[in-house]
């Protein structure tokens, strides 16, 4: 700093010097570093604007006969505030430097290194690559060996109405993993298919949830693939969630009527019993009803639900229900005995298997 700051520096000095920083600057940049210092990555055109700056006023200064053109620049470039300048572009890197320096012993480097492969991850999410017909070709023709495919290379020119039902659903499954996704959607994967086909079929998602590590969204009213699939719950009645929580709190302990009547209607060969239909008719959701929308079909209902939507009540860590069967004042009511013998025998069938274990 003091060398731009000399007055026997001569002119070839102030470009070498100027080079040889930008240099030693541009060398220690950390390419990989989330938070850019923009101060080092402008550093070379600062420093060599400002040093020509400096350089072409004082070079003007020592002729006579000048053009309009220098005369104007030499108003506007007075030499000692170029110089000073210069001198300010470098003692801003110096200090920046030495900030970096003074909190290097406090930076966590397995977090940066966390929020590197992070921020990594998401910029290359965002790009869009072509790929060449040959290269879609054999990713193609993988995706579908993946799924289970036979004699996928001549399976690949074929037409849906030369596959079966089941091989129709493999290919949709092939077409949802062409993405690599990290969730996928499954909205009754199982519909149509017989009671063979849909076994191969969730075998087949199972293997790519382990495989592939995804989280799979199992959409379906087949409460026998719910048990045997999920890890998790979601009930839902008229597009709101009514009770979530693990597979052992649903089948096992569940708090909400709908929920109850949904078990009351599955049907069980171990029993001789009438299955329960549900009451009544969905709701009309252009016009949605006040209050618990399933109310009108509830019958342990009380004269609240048709006036207040009830909130999530917190059963256990991992259990919710929206009702106000679960408020401290209502009254005590016990799931119907068509439900509390089915979680007795599917808990016999489990070896004994509860809620809490």
């Known amino acids: 700093m003091e060398r731009f700051s000399s007055d026997s520096t001569s ?153 079966s039902g089941g091989m129709r659903q493999r290919i949709v499954i092939a077409i949802a993993l062409a993405a690599n996704p990290d969730i996928v959607i499954c909205d009754e994967p199982t519909t149509a298919l017989d009671v063979t086909i849909q076994a191969q079929i969730l075998d087949l998602i199972n293997k790519l949830k382990r495989e592939r590590n995804l989280t799979v969204i199992f959409i379906t009213h087949d409460l026998g693939v719910v048990a045997n699939m999920a890890d998790n719950i979601v009930v839902m009645y008229a597009g709101k969630i009514v009770e979530y929580g693990t597979v052992n709190d649903i089948f096992y302990e569940p708090a909400h009527p709908y929920t109850w009547a949904l078990l009351s209607s599955m049907p069980d060969l171990d029993t001789k019993d009438k299955l329960e239909a549900i009451p009544g008719t969905p709701p009309n959701m252009i016009y949605p009803p006040k209050g618990d929308a399933f109310a009108p079909r509830n019958k342990y209902a009380m004269q609240i639900d048709f006036e207040e939507e009830p909130p999530m009540f917190e059963i256990s860590p991992t259990h919710k229900a929206a009702t106000w069967l679960l408020h401290p004042y209502a009254p005590k009511i016990d799931p119907p005995l068509a439900v509390t013998n089915r979680i007795a025998r599917m808990k016999k069938l489990a070896g004994g298997v509860g809620s809490n274990e």
Do not use: W
């Open 11 to 163: 002119l070839s000095e102030y470009r070498k010097l100027a080079k040889q920083l930008s240099q030693i600057v541009s060398g220690n940049i950390d390419r990989l570093s989330i938070s850019k210092d923009s101060l080092a990555y402008t550093f070379e055109t600062s420093i060599k604007a400002a040093v020509d700056k400096y350089l072409r006023a004082k070079k003007l200064s020592h002729k006579r006969h000048l053009s309009a053109a220098d005369r104007a620049f030499l108003e506007t470039a007075d030499l000692e505030r170029c110089r000073a300048n210069i001198v300010l572009i470098v003692k801003r890197i110096i200090e920046s430097y030495e900030a970096e320096l003074a909190t290097e012993d406090k930076c966590d480097y397995i977090e940066s290194a966390v929020a590197m492969v992070d921020h990594l991850k998401l910029q290359a999410s965002k790009r869009i690559y072509r790929v060449t017909r040959t290269m879609a070709k054999a990713r193609a023709i993988e995706l579908m060996e993946e799924v289970g495919i036979s004699d996928a290379r001549k399976r690949y020119r074929q037409y849906p109405f030369q596959f």
